[in-house]
Protein backbone atom coordinates (compact mmCIF):
# COMPACT_ATOMS: atom_id res chain seq x y z
CA UNK A 1 0.00 0.00 0.00
CA UNK A 2 1.63 3.17 -0.77
CA UNK A 3 2.18 5.89 2.14
CA UNK A 4 -1.26 8.02 1.16
CA UNK A 5 -3.58 5.47 0.91
CA UNK A 6 -4.71 4.88 4.43
CA UNK A 7 -7.42 5.25 7.09
CA UNK A 8 -7.20 8.59 6.84
CA UNK A 9 -7.37 8.97 3.39
CA UNK A 10 -10.49 6.69 3.08
CA UNK A 11 -12.27 7.87 5.66
CA UNK A 12 -12.15 11.68 4.36
CA UNK A 13 -11.87 11.22 1.38
CA UNK A 14 -9.01 13.29 0.68
CA UNK A 15 -5.91 12.09 -1.39
CA UNK A 16 -2.97 13.11 0.86
CA UNK A 17 -3.31 12.62 4.23
CA UNK A 18 -1.45 16.08 5.53
CA UNK A 19 -3.95 18.72 6.92
CA UNK A 20 -3.69 21.97 6.88
CA UNK A 21 -4.15 23.49 10.74
CA UNK A 22 -7.53 25.20 11.53
CA UNK A 23 -6.22 28.68 12.40
CA UNK A 24 -8.56 31.26 13.52
CA UNK A 25 -8.33 34.81 13.21
CA UNK A 26 -8.59 35.36 9.50
CA UNK A 27 -5.53 33.39 8.59
CA UNK A 28 -7.72 30.82 6.95
CA UNK A 29 -8.91 32.31 3.80
CA UNK A 30 -11.02 30.66 1.46
CA UNK A 31 -8.41 31.08 -0.98
CA UNK A 32 -5.97 28.98 1.61
CA UNK A 33 -8.17 26.53 2.54
CA UNK A 34 -9.74 25.49 -1.10
CA UNK A 35 -6.03 25.23 -2.47
CA UNK A 36 -5.08 22.68 0.13
CA UNK A 37 -7.92 20.85 -0.82
CA UNK A 38 -7.43 21.09 -4.46
CA UNK A 39 -4.05 19.92 -3.95
CA UNK A 40 -4.95 16.31 -2.67
CA UNK A 41 -4.72 17.80 1.47
CA UNK A 42 -7.40 18.95 3.82
CA UNK A 43 -7.87 22.83 4.09
CA UNK A 44 -9.63 23.84 7.61
CA UNK A 45 -11.44 26.81 8.43
CA UNK A 46 -10.29 28.24 12.10
CA UNK A 47 -13.87 29.45 12.85
CA UNK A 48 -13.35 29.79 17.14
CA UNK A 49 -13.94 33.52 16.98
CA UNK A 50 -16.25 33.79 13.48
CA UNK A 51 -20.01 34.54 13.51
CA UNK A 52 -22.66 32.08 11.98
CA UNK A 53 -23.16 34.38 9.14
CA UNK A 54 -19.05 34.84 8.20
CA UNK A 55 -18.63 31.09 8.57
CA UNK A 56 -21.78 30.44 5.95
CA UNK A 57 -20.60 33.09 3.48
CA UNK A 58 -17.02 30.95 3.91
CA UNK A 59 -18.03 28.03 3.47
CA UNK A 60 -20.10 29.10 0.00
CA UNK A 61 -16.73 30.64 -1.19
CA UNK A 62 -15.31 27.53 -0.38
CA UNK A 63 -17.67 25.54 -2.33
CA UNK A 64 -17.22 28.04 -5.29
CA UNK A 65 -13.38 27.53 -4.85
CA UNK A 66 -13.20 23.43 -4.76
CA UNK A 67 -15.64 20.61 -5.29
CA UNK A 68 -13.04 18.48 -2.55
CA UNK A 69 -13.70 17.96 1.25
CA UNK A 70 -12.90 20.52 3.65
CA UNK A 71 -13.11 21.09 7.45
CA UNK A 72 -14.59 23.69 10.14
CA UNK A 73 -12.80 24.15 13.21
CA UNK A 74 -15.08 25.06 16.35
CA UNK A 75 -13.92 25.83 20.23
CA UNK A 76 -15.86 24.52 22.66
CA UNK A 77 -16.79 26.85 25.26
CA UNK A 78 -15.58 27.08 28.93
CA UNK A 79 -19.11 27.52 30.67
CA UNK A 80 -17.25 28.40 34.26
CA UNK A 81 -14.77 31.27 32.70
CA UNK A 82 -15.54 34.35 34.93
CA UNK A 83 -13.30 36.76 36.69
CA UNK A 84 -14.39 39.35 39.60
CA UNK A 85 -15.03 43.10 38.46
CA UNK A 86 -11.98 44.34 40.46
CA UNK A 87 -9.72 41.71 38.72
CA UNK A 88 -11.22 42.63 35.25
CA UNK A 89 -10.67 46.25 36.05
CA UNK A 90 -7.30 45.84 37.11
CA UNK A 91 -6.14 43.81 34.27
CA UNK A 92 -7.89 46.71 32.34
CA UNK A 93 -5.96 49.21 33.92
CA UNK A 94 -2.60 47.55 33.05
CA UNK A 95 -3.66 47.20 29.23
CA UNK A 96 -4.84 50.57 29.63
CA UNK A 97 -0.96 51.49 28.89
CA UNK A 98 -0.81 49.90 25.67
CA UNK A 99 -4.25 51.33 24.17
CA UNK A 100 -2.74 54.45 25.09
CA UNK A 101 0.23 54.23 23.43
CA UNK A 102 -1.62 53.16 20.33
CA UNK A 103 -3.50 56.02 20.15
CA UNK A 104 -6.61 54.24 21.52
CA UNK A 105 -9.35 56.56 22.84
CA UNK A 106 -10.97 54.07 25.23
CA UNK A 107 -9.64 51.85 28.05
CA UNK A 108 -10.06 48.46 27.59
CA UNK A 109 -13.14 46.57 28.51
CA UNK A 110 -14.64 43.38 28.56
CA UNK A 111 -17.28 43.42 26.10
CA UNK A 112 -20.43 41.08 26.58
CA UNK A 113 -20.87 37.86 25.24
CA UNK A 114 -22.67 34.97 25.19
CA UNK A 115 -20.41 31.96 24.14
CA UNK A 116 -22.54 29.57 24.77
CA UNK A 117 -25.10 31.01 22.47
CA UNK A 118 -22.68 31.48 19.54
CA UNK A 119 -21.09 28.32 19.76
CA UNK A 120 -24.95 27.37 19.29
CA UNK A 121 -25.52 29.44 15.89
CA UNK A 122 -21.98 28.08 14.68
CA UNK A 123 -22.78 24.66 14.87
CA UNK A 124 -26.28 25.43 13.76
CA UNK A 125 -24.48 26.62 10.62
CA UNK A 126 -22.05 23.49 10.25
CA UNK A 127 -25.16 21.18 10.42
CA UNK A 128 -27.15 22.98 8.04
CA UNK A 129 -24.54 23.26 5.70
CA UNK A 130 -23.37 19.23 5.67
CA UNK A 131 -19.59 20.40 6.41
CA UNK A 132 -17.37 17.18 5.40
CA UNK A 133 -15.29 17.50 8.63
CA UNK A 134 -15.76 19.03 11.69
CA UNK A 135 -12.89 19.67 14.35
CA UNK A 136 -13.21 20.97 17.94
CA UNK A 137 -10.50 22.04 19.97
CA UNK A 138 -10.44 23.07 23.96
CA UNK A 139 -13.02 20.35 24.78
CA UNK A 140 -15.32 17.73 24.04
CA UNK A 141 -19.06 18.87 22.49
CA UNK A 142 -22.30 17.22 23.92
CA UNK A 143 -23.11 13.59 22.76
CA UNK A 144 -25.96 15.31 20.56
CA UNK A 145 -24.24 17.67 18.86
CA UNK A 146 -21.72 14.75 17.34
CA UNK A 147 -24.39 11.96 16.59
CA UNK A 148 -26.35 15.43 14.43
CA UNK A 149 -23.34 15.81 12.58
CA UNK A 150 -22.85 12.51 12.05
CA UNK A 151 -26.21 11.66 10.93
CA UNK A 152 -25.76 14.65 8.03
CA UNK A 153 -22.16 12.57 6.91
CA UNK A 154 -20.24 15.28 8.65
CA UNK A 155 -16.66 13.76 9.52
CA UNK A 156 -15.50 14.52 13.44
CA UNK A 157 -12.00 15.52 14.40
CA UNK A 158 -10.66 16.02 18.23
CA UNK A 159 -7.54 17.38 19.03
CA UNK A 160 -5.94 15.63 21.91
CA UNK A 161 -2.42 16.84 24.01
CA UNK A 162 -2.07 13.65 26.01
CA UNK A 163 -3.72 9.67 25.99
CA UNK A 164 -6.26 10.46 28.28
CA UNK A 165 -8.05 13.37 26.15
CA UNK A 166 -7.29 11.21 22.77
CA UNK A 167 -8.91 8.32 24.92
CA UNK A 168 -12.11 10.37 25.73
CA UNK A 169 -12.04 11.96 22.06
CA UNK A 170 -12.57 8.36 21.03
CA UNK A 171 -14.86 7.11 23.67
CA UNK A 172 -17.26 10.20 22.18
CA UNK A 173 -17.25 9.33 18.73
CA UNK A 174 -13.99 10.73 17.17
CA UNK A 175 -13.28 9.56 13.40
CA UNK A 176 -10.19 11.37 13.40
CA UNK A 177 -7.48 12.15 16.74
CA UNK A 178 -5.06 15.06 15.82
CA UNK A 179 -2.30 14.27 19.01
CA UNK A 180 -0.96 18.10 19.14
CA UNK A 181 2.62 18.07 20.95
CA UNK A 182 4.04 20.89 22.76
CA UNK A 183 5.85 22.59 19.49
CA UNK A 184 2.74 23.50 17.76
CA UNK A 185 2.00 27.31 17.42
CA UNK A 186 -0.89 29.04 18.88
CA UNK A 187 -3.52 27.49 20.88
CA UNK A 188 -3.30 23.60 21.92
CA UNK A 189 -6.35 21.59 22.68
CA UNK A 190 -5.84 20.40 26.03
CA UNK A 191 -8.84 20.66 28.16
CA UNK A 192 -7.74 18.93 31.21
CA UNK A 193 -4.91 21.01 33.00
CA UNK A 194 -2.21 22.71 31.64
CA UNK A 195 0.62 20.24 32.85
CA UNK A 196 -1.06 17.67 31.29
CA UNK A 197 -0.48 18.66 27.69
CA UNK A 198 3.13 19.54 27.64
CA UNK A 199 4.43 16.74 25.96
CA UNK A 200 6.74 16.76 22.99
CA UNK A 201 5.73 15.56 19.60
CA UNK A 202 8.40 12.46 19.44
CA UNK A 203 6.92 10.82 22.86
CA UNK A 204 3.16 12.12 22.26
CA UNK A 205 2.53 10.29 18.77
CA UNK A 206 3.13 6.86 19.20
CA UNK A 207 1.79 6.95 23.08
CA UNK A 208 -1.38 7.95 21.31
CA UNK A 209 -1.00 5.64 18.09
CA UNK A 210 -1.29 2.86 20.85
CA UNK A 211 -3.67 3.61 23.12
CA UNK A 212 -6.96 4.30 20.57
CA UNK A 213 -7.81 2.40 17.77
CA UNK A 214 -9.32 5.34 15.26
CA UNK A 215 -6.50 6.98 12.93
CA UNK A 216 -4.11 9.85 14.24
CA UNK A 217 -2.51 12.80 12.65
CA UNK A 218 0.21 14.43 14.08
CA UNK A 219 0.73 17.99 15.00
CA UNK A 220 3.32 19.97 16.55
CA UNK A 221 6.14 21.75 14.75
CA UNK A 222 6.23 19.63 11.14
CA UNK A 223 6.90 21.83 8.72
CA UNK A 224 8.00 19.61 5.92
CA UNK A 225 7.92 15.92 4.43
CA UNK A 226 10.65 15.02 7.00
CA UNK A 227 8.01 15.47 9.68
CA UNK A 228 5.28 14.25 7.85
CA UNK A 229 7.47 10.95 7.16
CA UNK A 230 8.63 10.65 11.09
CA UNK A 231 5.19 11.37 12.75
CA UNK A 232 3.81 8.27 10.11
CA UNK A 233 7.05 5.88 11.40
CA UNK A 234 6.14 6.97 14.98
CA UNK A 235 2.40 5.31 14.21
CA UNK A 236 0.42 8.43 12.78
CA UNK A 237 -1.44 7.91 9.64
CA UNK A 238 -0.97 11.53 8.94
CA UNK A 239 -0.19 15.21 9.83
CA UNK A 240 -1.00 18.49 10.81
CA UNK A 241 0.66 21.68 9.52
CA UNK A 242 0.39 24.77 10.74
CA UNK A 243 2.91 27.67 10.52
CA UNK A 244 4.17 25.95 7.36
CA UNK A 245 0.77 27.03 5.54
CA UNK A 246 0.51 30.96 7.44
CA UNK A 247 3.70 32.23 4.78
CA UNK A 248 1.69 31.06 2.16
CA UNK A 249 0.83 33.61 -0.24
CA UNK A 250 -2.87 32.63 0.17
CA UNK A 251 -2.66 32.92 4.14
CA UNK A 252 -4.64 35.79 5.90
CA UNK A 253 -1.49 36.67 8.13
CA UNK A 254 -0.45 40.11 7.72
CA UNK A 255 2.66 40.75 5.91
CA UNK A 256 4.51 41.73 9.12
CA UNK A 257 3.60 38.27 10.97
CA UNK A 258 4.66 36.47 7.71
CA UNK A 259 8.34 39.00 8.18
CA UNK A 260 8.34 37.78 11.13
CA UNK A 261 7.61 34.00 10.65
CA UNK A 262 9.91 34.33 7.78
CA UNK A 263 12.90 35.74 10.29
CA UNK A 264 12.81 33.76 13.76
CA UNK A 265 14.39 31.02 14.82
CA UNK A 266 13.40 28.36 17.03
CA UNK A 267 14.68 29.82 20.23
CA UNK A 268 12.35 32.53 19.56
CA UNK A 269 9.55 31.28 20.47
CA UNK A 270 7.72 31.37 23.98
CA UNK A 271 4.23 30.35 25.67
CA UNK A 272 2.24 33.14 26.90
CA UNK A 273 -1.24 33.39 28.16
CA UNK A 274 -0.94 37.36 27.86
CA UNK A 275 -2.93 37.45 25.00
CA UNK A 276 -5.58 34.96 25.68
CA UNK A 277 -5.61 33.50 29.22
CA UNK A 278 -4.45 30.37 27.78
CA UNK A 279 -1.10 28.79 26.91
CA UNK A 280 -0.17 29.46 23.59
CA UNK A 281 2.85 29.50 21.63
CA UNK A 282 4.46 32.60 19.87
CA UNK A 283 7.01 34.79 18.66
CA UNK A 284 8.62 36.36 22.02
CA UNK A 285 7.73 40.13 21.24
CA UNK A 286 7.35 43.44 24.05
CA UNK A 287 3.93 42.67 25.10
CA UNK A 288 4.85 39.37 25.73
CA UNK A 289 8.06 40.23 28.27
CA UNK A 290 6.47 42.91 29.89
CA UNK A 291 3.26 41.03 30.20
CA UNK A 292 5.23 37.93 31.37
CA UNK A 293 4.22 37.31 35.06
CA UNK A 294 1.20 39.47 35.56
CA UNK A 295 -2.43 37.36 36.07
CA UNK A 296 -4.48 36.93 33.24
CA UNK A 297 -7.79 36.38 33.44
CA UNK A 298 -9.21 33.34 32.00
CA UNK A 299 -10.20 32.32 28.06
CA UNK A 300 -11.92 33.75 26.53
CA UNK A 301 -12.11 36.93 28.87
CA UNK A 302 -8.37 38.10 28.59
CA UNK A 303 -8.31 37.32 24.56
CA UNK A 304 -11.74 39.64 24.65
CA UNK A 305 -9.90 42.00 26.55
CA UNK A 306 -6.53 42.27 24.23
CA UNK A 307 -8.35 41.67 20.61
CA UNK A 308 -8.40 45.55 20.43
CA UNK A 309 -5.32 46.42 21.30
CA UNK A 310 -4.15 43.50 18.90
CA UNK A 311 -6.25 44.82 15.83
CA UNK A 312 -5.23 48.25 16.27
CA UNK A 313 -1.39 47.24 16.72
CA UNK A 314 -1.68 45.62 13.20
CA UNK A 315 -3.96 48.63 11.42
CA UNK A 316 -0.53 50.97 12.67
CA UNK A 317 1.79 48.36 11.59
CA UNK A 318 3.20 47.79 15.55
CA UNK A 319 4.05 44.23 15.69
CA UNK A 320 5.21 44.37 19.01
CA UNK A 321 1.90 44.23 20.58
CA UNK A 322 0.35 41.24 17.93
CA UNK A 323 -0.15 37.71 18.91
CA UNK A 324 2.59 36.03 16.37
CA UNK A 325 1.79 32.68 17.21
CA UNK A 326 4.60 29.96 16.00
CA UNK A 327 5.39 26.81 16.07
CA UNK A 328 9.21 25.51 17.08
CA UNK A 329 9.83 25.01 13.53
CA UNK A 330 9.47 28.61 11.82
CA UNK A 331 13.00 28.14 10.67
CA UNK A 332 11.76 26.31 8.09
CA UNK A 333 9.17 28.33 6.77
CA UNK A 334 8.82 29.37 3.20
CA UNK A 335 7.12 32.09 0.88
CA UNK A 336 5.33 29.89 -1.49
CA UNK A 337 1.70 29.44 -2.81
CA UNK A 338 -0.48 26.84 -1.19
CA UNK A 339 0.29 24.27 -4.47
CA UNK A 340 4.28 24.88 -4.29
CA UNK A 341 4.36 23.86 -0.62
CA UNK A 342 1.64 20.82 -1.48
CA UNK A 343 4.03 19.60 -4.55
CA UNK A 344 6.84 19.42 -1.92
CA UNK A 345 5.50 17.76 0.85
CA UNK A 346 3.73 14.97 -1.41
CA UNK A 347 7.14 14.53 -3.83
CA UNK A 348 9.31 14.67 -0.37
CA UNK A 349 7.20 12.21 1.70
CA UNK A 350 6.93 9.97 -1.27
CA UNK A 351 10.43 10.09 -1.60
CA UNK A 352 11.22 9.09 2.19
CA UNK A 353 8.72 6.50 3.11
CA UNK A 354 8.34 4.78 -0.39
CA UNK A 355 12.23 3.57 0.06
Partial sequence: MDWNQNSITSKLRIKY????????????????????????????????????VEIRDDIKQIRKLTDQPFGVNLFVPDSEASASAEVIS????????????????????????????????????????RVPVCSFTFGLPDSAIISELKKR??????????????VEWEEAGADVIVAQ????????????????????????????????????????????????????????????????????????????????????????????KSFSGKLARGIRNRFMEEMKGLQALPYPLQNDMTAPIRKEAAKLERPEFMSLWAGQGLRLAEEVTVKELMIKLVKGTEALLDK
Fill in 90 to 129: SIGDVLAGYSSELGMKEKPSLPKKDYAALYRKQLDVLIEE
Fill in 181 to 272: GIEAGGHRGTFHSEESGLIGSMALIPQVADAVSCPVAAAGGIMDARGIAAAMMLGAAGAQLGTAFLTCKESGAHSLYKHALLNAGEGQTALT
Fill in 17 to 52: PIFQAPMAGGMTTPQLISEVSNSGGLGNMGAGYMSS
Fill in 153 to 166: GTVIIGTATNVNEA
